[in-house]
């Protein structure tokens, strides 16, 4: 479900946060460069390692029309998720990409993968669980994912859209999958393995999340 159905918010551009490449001399005089290639991580502001590539990276987290009170969203799907964990989820990697990342009354930081038979878009969110439940609720379904809290979202306004959306502790996190042409002449149904694919990437939202 993309957030914008959720959200009747003026959105303002964010910036791109750059990450200068910076090189100091080892101890035998000669020089190592940090690169910012997508396969580069730093553990510098991070609870852990995160993907380093300029395109990659979220915009400001506080904006002229950002809400005050509402938690900061700490999981950015475009640089936490890893690319072993993607291509194990059967998506491929080097389609990684920025979506459109919404701060303002609500905040949701957007990263989109493509895949073979299934396309992906994963939102994460600071728009409470109990909101989430009270828009959807009337087409979706409880599950767990991992032991999280979740549910199967098929909104009719979105026939070809399946959604796993997933609690976390400032919001929610929506896992949004569309089949490809080659996923419809496979006969996918809607949600076929669209679980499975939100089992494999869970994890990398962080159990402290």
Same mark, same amino acid.
């Given at each position: 479900?993309?957030?914008?159905?959720?959200?009747?918010?003026?959105?303002?551009? *964010?910036? $791109?946060?750059? #990450?200068?490449?910076? +090189?100091?001399?080892?101890?035998?005089? %000669?020089?190592?460069?940090? &690169?910012?290639?997508?396969?580069?991580?730093?553990?510098?502001?991070?609870?852990?390692?995160?993907?380093?590539?300029?395109?990659?990276?979220?915009?400001?987290?506080?904006?002229?029309?950002?809400?005050?009170?509402?938690?900061?969203?700490?999981?950015?799907?475009?640089?936490?998720?890893?690319?072993?964990?993607?291509?194990?989820?059967?998506?491929?990697?080097?389609?990684?990409?920025?979506?459109?990342?919404?701060?303002?009354?609500?905040?949701?930081?957007?990263?989109?993968?493509? *895949?073979? $038979?299934?396309? #992906?878009?994963?939102? +994460?969110?600071?728009?409470?669980?109990? %909101?989430?439940?009270?828009? &959807?609720?009337?087409?979706?379904?409880?599950?767990?994912?991992?032991?999280?809290?979740?549910?199967?979202?098929?909104?009719?306004?979105?026939?070809?859209?399946?959604?796993?959306?997933?609690?976390?502790?400032?919001?929610?996190?929506?896992?949004?999958?569309?089949?490809?042409?080659?996923?419809?002449?496979?006969?996918?149904?809607?949600?076929?393995?669209?679980?499975?694919?939100?089992?494999?990437?869970?994890?990398?939202?962080?159990?402290?999340?």
């Amino acid at each position: 479900m993309n957030p914008r159905n959720l959200l009747t918010v003026v959105v303002a551009a *964010g910036a $791109l946060m750059g #990450l200068v490449a910076c +090189s100091t001399p080892d101890q035998s005089g %000669e020089t190592a460069s940090a &690169t910012s290639a997508s396969s580069a991580v730093s553990q510098t502001n991070s609870p852990r390692p995160t993907l380093t590539e300029s395109r990659l990276q979220p915009p400001p987290l506080e904006n002229e029309y950002t809400t005050q009170g509402r938690p900061e969203v700490v999981f950015d799907p475009c640089t936490w998720i890893s690319d072993e964990a993607v291509s194990k989820a059967g998506l491929d990697p080097a389609t990684r990409r920025r979506g459109t990342d919404l701060v303002a009354e609500y905040t949701f930081l957007t990263c989109d993968f493509e *895949g073979k $038979l299934r396309n #992906l878009s994963i939102e +994460s969110g600071n728009v409470a669980w109990e %909101e989430n439940l009270q828009k &959807t609720g009337t087409y979706s379904e409880p599950l767990t994912v991992n032991g999280r809290e979740g549910l199967l979202v098929q909104d009719p306004q979105q026939p070809g859209v399946c959604g796993i959306h997933m609690r976390t502790k400032v919001g929610f996190v929506m896992f949004s999958s569309s089949r490809t042409f080659e996923g419809s002449e496979a006969g996918l149904q809607r949600c076929d393995g669209v679980l499975e694919i939100a089992k494999v990437l869970e994890p990398e939202i962080g159990a402290e999340n």
